[in-house]
């Protein structure tokens, strides 16, 4: 098992890539805390890792509030005994809009859970790492921040901001044995993929446009699925990663090419 007796806190764990990674963690050996805003999903998350033989607690989190990340990260080493990866992957997505049409309110929401949870989920997680002598975290951030689409810029910006910071984090925690790296998704087939279309009502025909849209800028001409981006997060969590930081990896089909 790849991360036998590891215990992994997954931010965002109610769907798509959270709840695949969850499951997969588990089934890797991981102790897992499935941390999520709705609570409905992520104990749905739990009972899919339990049904599968593996260990997870649910705990109900807004990445973009400190007290809430403070507790996620409190409460998971005292449950466990300790904290050994911490994976930033709550995020949330707009639809097409342009610039002049862009309410500073949803700028600012884009940010705080994009940008700002990842720092929130650094700054009390870092200290439970440094103590034990090091960690790993991962970050979900996204080829739109490489290269980005027209109608998107909060997103694209907060997911550029989130590749830096994993640099940034990467430089400054090497010396402590906490590694840092992140993710670049291309657009998947999860719950998240219909809000990146128009903000009218989608029938199931201007989905599907949508979708092709989407998939015809993919040079391995599909989407990503969920298991994808988990595949990806479990190999950076795990030792045979163990000289890999301020990776940026694209799981995107050669979008970013």
């Known amino acids: ?46 009972s899919l890792v339990k049904q599968k033989g593996g260990n997870a607690i649910f705990i109900r989190a807004d990445v973009s509030k400190a007290a809430d990340v403070e507790k996620m990260i409190k409460t998971t080493a005292d449950k466990f005994g300790r904290l050994d ?11 097409f809009t342009p610039v002049e049409n862009l309410k500073e309110e949803l700028w600012d929401r884009i940010q705080n859970i994009n940008v700002k949870g990842i720092f ?4 009390y997680a870092v200290p439970y790492m440094k103590r ?13 921040g490489v290269r980005p689409r027209p109608g998107l810029i909060a997103y694209s910006a907060s997911k550029a901001a989130a590749i830096m910071l994993t640099k940034a984090l990467a430089i400054e925690l090497a010396a402590s ?20 279309m128009s903000d009218q009502a989608l029938t199931p025909e ?29 190999f950076l969590a795990s030792d045979e990663a163990a000289l890999i930081t301020g990776a940026s990896l694209d799981v995107d089909g050669g979008r970013g090419i």
């Open 1 to 46: 098992m790849k991360l036998a007796n590891k215990i992994a806190l997954i931010t965002g764990a109610g769907s798509g890539f959270g709840r695949a990674s969850a499951v997969l963690f588990a089934q890797e050996g991981a102790k897992v805390s499935v941390v999520d805003i709705d609570e409905k999903t992520g104990q749905e998350t739990v």
């Open 85 to 95: 990866i911490l994976f930033n992957n709550a995020g949330i997505p707009m639809s």
């Open 120 to 123: 929130l989920g650094a700054k």
């Open 132 to 144: 034990q002598g090091g960690g790993v975290i991962i970050n979900t951030a996204s080829i739109s």
């Open 177 to 196: 044995k906490i590694r840092v790296n992140c993710l670049n998704p291309v657009a998947a087939e999860t719950p998240m993929l219909p809000k990146f």
């Open 206 to 234: 201007k989905f599907e446009e949508g979708r092709k849209r989407f998939t015809d800028t993919v040079p391995l001409g599909r989407l990503a699925q969920a298991e994808d981006v988990a595949n990806a997060a479990l």
